[in-house]
């Protein structure tokens, strides 16, 4: 048996399309701000990616780069900016931040409703008890990848492979308002590999290179792998290649659908900020929510 290769590529492109279609019919142009502390390159390549996003889509961004040495009040001063800029619906502090800078107490000085990674303890708290929040991108994401194979999840048994606040936490809480049956599993879980052979939805999310082998997965299984690790090349080169926490040839012989990686999960993750966006501008100017990003 191979497994359907799960095309988040093509997944994310229509997505991109339906929300430029809402984009174009929205009296007022959504604005997302994008603000990157530090010159570390891979956070350089994600913010460049995220405006040419936003631009592709008719999302007006505002791009901010601080220094690494900036510090954390000048950082909160021009959140405190942008919280009351009536042209920006979004907000998004790219992570990781500089040491000397709080995390935390950057993510929850940002408007709640402008919060459109997810990250804010309102949309958190909101995204527990099953109520309208802004959600984390990559975790819906990895729903709307798994629901492209199968529609309704009621009755699976889903396992999620990390805990972290980013994917794992909330990706439990989406499973369960979709009626999945959800075990989250972590680096203490006893005998790790049996518990995700009981998976009818494996959720992989550790940041460990190919951790997942084909013998951990129950025949059949839907396996989204969140990882994005860079590995050497075997031919020896020096040059690196991405693969992710799943060994995905050995996956596509058990499993009944997987998502590679690149091309999976990653392209979804824009796609879904820009959702969030539009969600966020139609909430803050009382416009209705289209239907298209329900």
């Known amino acids: ?76 001063l021009l959140l405190d900016k942008l919280n009351g800029d009536p042209a920006v619906h979004g907000i998004l502090v790219q992570l990781p931040l500089p040491d000397h800078i709080d995390a935390q107490a950057v993510i929850e ?27 984390p991108c990559t975790p819906r994401g990895c729903m709307i990848l798994a629901e492209s194979v199968r529609q309704d999840l009621t009755g699976l048994h889903a396992v999620v492979l990390g805990r972290s606040n980013i994917v794992g936490k909330p990706m439990t809480q989406m499973l369960l ?52 690790n860079r590995v050497p090349r075997a031919d020896g080169s ?19 659908a997987v998502t590679p990686v690149p091309g999976g999960v990653g392209p979804m993750t824009i796609a879904c900020l820009l959702r969030n966006t539009v969600i966020a501008a139609c909430r803050q100017t009382g416009a209705p929510v289209p239907a298209s990003l329900v």
């Open 1 to 76: 048996m191979t497994a359907e290769r799960i095309d988040g590529k093509a997944i994310a492109q229509s997505m991109r399309e339906t929300v430029s279609r809402a984009v174009g019919n929205m009296a007022i142009k959504p604005g997302l701000a994008v603000v990157l502390v530090g010159e570390d390159a891979a956070s350089e390549v994600y913010v460049r990616n995220k405006v040419k996003a936003c631009e592709k889509t008719g999302i007006v961004s505002f791009h901010h780069t601080l220094s690494a040495e900036t510090a954390e009040t000048e950082l909160l």
């Open 109 to 135: 000085r940002i408007d709640p409703e402008k919060d459109v990674d997810g990250f804010h303890p309102v949309n958190v708290g909101r995204l527990s008890l099953g109520l309208p929040a802004l959600e």
């Open 177 to 228: 308002a979709a009626n999945c049956t959800v075990t989250i599993a972590h680096s203490r879980t006893r005998d790790l590999a049996e518990v995700a052979r009981t998976a009818d939805l494996l959720v992989a999310a550790v940041g460990r290179p190919q951790m997942v082998r084909g013998g951990w997965i129950k025949p059949g299984a839907i396996v989204i792998d969140v990882g994005i």
């Open 238 to 256: 020096g040059k690196m290649r991405l693969v992710g926490d799943v060994a995905y040839k050995e996956a596509e012989e058990v499993a009944g």
